[in-house]
């Protein structure tokens, strides 16, 4: 407010203080009555003097803007029409907008953005009051991509995204109305409903140890990888039924479903409850053992064995159930120490510790007929150990340590040992030695017998190279014989055939007319010599001559 000096007829004094109030564009100010306490609003641009019974409610203030996507909640909101706010009402105003306070309005909150939902985002609303087509306490959800300004009725419960599910993957989702959990498997984008959430599964400590995961419940499924030869037992606690899965696979877990977990015994020497399992190997496969025995003449010995085994479950899977019954690792053990050590107590040290491996397994292994049969039907016939309790089947016993409990008695055996491996590897050396002198002798007859036959095959190789030599010589005689032979034919043919071509020309030359005179010339000068000549006329037809002329008369 701007103090300015009036004159005022009405005044005594004619120089009087008024209050001139001026307000830009974008303030606004409230202003009371302090005759009634009534509030009225006046924006600017403006500029005003406040009345004698008027004033200034606090300071001006600025003109809310809210802009595109925003919004702003204003409580108390002003009604036009009765010219009152409404007290316990709310009002939700969406932007582009600039606006004043009346008095008594409220500004609920910051201004905020609108909601930009991508497509894979939704929002969770519930109603707070019955409006349009929705009941109050409706949950309904709003899928992207767009953008959502919330009415005064709408309350934001959350923003969801999808769940990306990948291949061999899932996901545990629980629906609030019913309680029910059910498996999302992959892959898939997963959107929750508003009735839906996700529902972290929780296992027992010997679980989470069993299945080697984190010791955290999450909503992903759990997924359990089987080898080849592994067997996992699961629990369906819904319908109290186990089922047995074998590798190689991966088991996805559902919601009602739980592992049964294995305490085994572990470590040489094996001790108990060391190592939870959920996932069995059927074998074959080795364990090791370790303790100590008593021989005959009160020896303690140090024994560790390796023993070799497997399950006897079939084709068919019918004994699987045993597998899981017991410690099958601690049951056989300590069994097999018992037999052990009962077998033990039969020896005296010197026997016992010389045929230790043939003494084992004629105590611990007998010909057994198998619960299986083979591809033909027949029963499986085999010498090994067989514990029918848990189908379990020791197929081999190896010693692997075998040493006194008693240090002198130790040391007396090492030194026997030394002896007796000097003596054996002496005995190696000699049978060595005459191996390789044997190996030598043999290997110079047998370079023998190769030279000899080498010589008498190149001797072989020499004649017939003669021979073909002199095959191809001979050939090569014929053939230049030949040749020669028809080279004379054809001259000769060429001769004749260059005579003949004379006497054709000759023939042809005297019977031209060149020729017949020719031929008259030369029996002219043959006239000339005859003694006797006889004229005989073109048309004479027949001659008789005097006897004079024929020589044989």
């Known amino acids: 407010p701007v103090s300015l000096s009036l004159p005022s007829p009405l005044l005594p004094n004619p120089m009087t203080t008024v209050s001139i109030t001026i307000l830009d564009e ?16 006046v924006e600017g641009p403006k500029r005003f003097v406040l009345a004698s019974n008027e004033e200034i409610h606090g300071d001006k203030r600025k003109k809310i803007t809210v802009r595109e996507n925003q919004y702003v909640i204003i409580l108390n909101p ?13 009002e939700v105003r969406s932007g582009p907008v600039v606006f004043s306070l009346h008095p008594g309005e409220l500004q609920g909150g910051p201004i905020k953005g609108a909601h930009v939902l991508t ?14 087509t929705r009941c109050a ?18 309350r934001i419960l959350s923003t969801v995204s999808t769940v990306n599910v990948g291949p061999n993957k899932g996901i545990y989702v629980r629906d609030t109305r019913t309680s029910r959990v059910q498996l999302v498997r992959g892959p898939v984008s997963y959107m929750l409903s508003p009735h839906e959430e ?12 069993a299945l080697g995961i984190p ?11 089987l080898q080849k030869g592994e067997c996992l037992c699961v629990v369906n606690y819904g319908s109290h039924k186990e089922k047995f899965v074998r590798g190689p696979d991966v088991y996805m877990l559902h919601p009602e479903e739980n592992v049964k977990v294995l305490s085994l015994s572990a470590g040489v020497p094996k001790r108990e409850n060391v190592r939870r399992a959920a996932a069995i190997r059927l074998g074959p496969d080795f ?26 479950v079939g084709a068919l899977d019918l004994h699987l159930p045993k597998v899981f019954a017991i410690d099958f690792i601690g049951y056989t053990c300590q069994h097999l120490r018992s037999r052990i050590r009962e077998e033990a107590a039969k020896h005296n040290f010197e026997d016992f510790h010389n045929r230790t491996a043939e003494i084992l397994r004629s105590c611990l292994f007998k010909e057994i007929d198998l619960p299986i049969t083979d591809e033909k039907g027949d029963p499986v016939h085999i010498f090994a150990r067989f514990f029918p309790e848990c189908t379990f089947l020791i197929t081999e016993v190896d010693v692997k340590v075998l040493e006194p409990m008693d240090e002198e008695i130790s040391e007396l055996l090492n030194e026997s040992l030394r002896s007796n491996m000097k003596i054996l590897c002496k005995k190696l050396e000699d049978s060595a030695n005459l191996q390789a002198e044997k190996e030598r002798i043999q290997s110079s007859t047998e370079i023998a017998t190769v030279r000899r036959t080498l010589i008498e095959r190149e001797n072989i190789n020499l004649q017939k190279t003669k021979i073909e030599t002199a095959k191809i010589e001979g050939q090569a005689l014929i053939e230049k014989a030949k040749a020669e032979a028809e080279a004379l034919e054809i001259l000769e043919r060429s001769k004749m055939t260059l005579e003949l071509k004379e006497m054709a020309e000759h023939i042809d030359a005297l019977q031209s007319h060149h020729g017949r005179l020719y ?22 037809k027949t001659l008789f001559l005097p006897n004079f002329m024929n020589p044989s008369m």
């Not at 955290?216 to 990888?225: I, K, Q, Y």
């Open 26 to 41: 974008s303030e606004y100010v409230h202003v009371v009555n302090t005759d009634d306490g009534r509030a009225r609003l």
């Open 78 to 90: 002003w009604d036009e029409k009765e010219h009152r706010c409404i007290l316990g009402e709310r």
């Open 198 to 209: 996700l529902w972290p599964k929780p296992f027992s400590n010997d679980e989470y140890e």
């Open 519 to 540: 031929l008259e010339l030369l029996r002219g000068k043959g006239i000339t010599s005859c003694e006797t000549a006889t004229v005989v006329p073109e048309d004479m």
């Open 137 to 154: 306490g409706e949950k309904w959800r709003v899928d992207g991509p767009c953008v959502f300004i919330p009415t005064k009725y709408d």
């Open 119 to 132: 497509n894979n985002e939704a929002l969770f609303i519930q109603a707070t009051d019955a409006y349009d």
């Open 287 to 312: 364990m090791f053992d370790q303790f100590a025995i008593r021989t005959k003449d009160n020896a303690v010995l140090k024994i560790q064995l390796s023993y070799r085994w497997e399950f006897v």
């Open 215 to 225: 010791k955290v419940p999450t909503h992903w499924a759990t997924v359990v990888e």
